[in-house]
């Protein structure tokens, strides 16, 4: 029952609750328990706003990070160079790729166009828009295949187009004209006798370190040397183990008019 009484002082009122314990102990009392327990616990429920716990994130298991590869880009140093017919200064554009080799089949890891600013009298050196490139996971793949092509870009055809097919290794050949198996090589030996390499066979090939190609042929047949933009040189690098990290590469167009050396690094 409810009783009114008054405080000590007299001046407020308060109401308290009387509550009449049942008479009978025993099962009685532990049932009337129960009851005033679950009328309480209802009363806070509704006074009090229902709040949202929200999963606790797990934690990310402890492991090696994913490798990737990095390449940093050197300033191109130009020799000579023209714009085609105007004679003005050239523009040089290298178009890169990678891809990650597990010993089945190749895996595009990295592609992008890198153009060099040229400024003042040749010779002198031409910095990159971007001095370092950095790949997505490279997985388990034991070795990387690195393909380098430069152009003196006019319209940005050829370059558009070589972006795109580096994208399917499976459908790319390079043509060789006997670059050396080193670290430094040139792509200007355009007497030798050519050999054609797919992607996939420079990457099974243990004894490859470089390749220098004169021109890369397409899915369609086409040559990446032809239409508006001029080839100035290429390279393919395998990136291992026990491969040089610094690659140095000398190339020169086969009118003449080019003639570059660019330098990257892998890690």
């Known amino acids: 029952m ?13 109401r308290r609750r009387q509550i009449a314990l049942p008479a009978s102990s025993g099962t009685g009392l532990t049932a009337w328990w129960r009851r005033w327990r679950e009328s309480t616990r209802r009363a806070e429920a509704r006074s009090h706003p229902t709040t949202t716990t929200w999963p606790t994130p797990s934690k990310r298991k402890k492991g090696k990070p994913d490798k990737a590869l990095c390449v ?3 300033p191109l140093y130009l ?8 004679r003005g200064a050239p523009d040089p554009t290298m178009v890169i ?24 009298k040749l ?28 152009y003196e870009e ?32 040139s792509s200007g030996n355009h007497d ?19 390749l220098a190609p ?15 933009d001029q080839w100035v040189g290429g390279a393919v690098v395998v990136v291992g183990r026990n491969s040089p990290r610094s690659h140095r590469l000398s190339m020169h167009s086969i009118d003449g008019r080019q003639n570059w050396t660019v330098e990257f690094a892998t890690r």
């Open 154 to 185: 006019n319209r940005g055809d050829d370059v558009r187009r070589l972006t795109v097919a580096l994208e399917h290794p499976a459908t790319l050949h390079f043509v060789d004209f006997g670059g050396d198996d080193g670290h430094e090589h």
């Open 123 to 150: 010779p002198g050196a031409a910095h990159p828009d971007v001095s370092q490139l950095i790949s997505t996971s490279l997985g388990a793949a034991g070795r990387v295949l690195v393909a380098v092509a430069l």
């Open 72 to 74: 940093d880009v050197k």
């Open 2 to 14: 409810v009783r009114e009484i008054k405080s000590s002082h007299g001046r407020s009122k308060e």
């Open 79 to 86: 020799v000579q160079g023209q714009d085609g017919r105007w």
């Open 214 to 228: 004169r021109g890369i042929v397409l899915a369609d047949g086409h040559a990446s040397t032809t239409k508006t």
């Open 97 to 120: 790729c990678a891809w990650a080799f597990d010993g089945n089949h190749l895996r595009t890891v990295l592609r992008s166009v890198v153009r060099f600013a040229v400024h003042g």
């Open 192 to 210: 030798a006798i050519p050999r054609v390499m797919s992607a996939l066979e420079c990457a099974n090939d243990p004894r490859l370190q470089a």
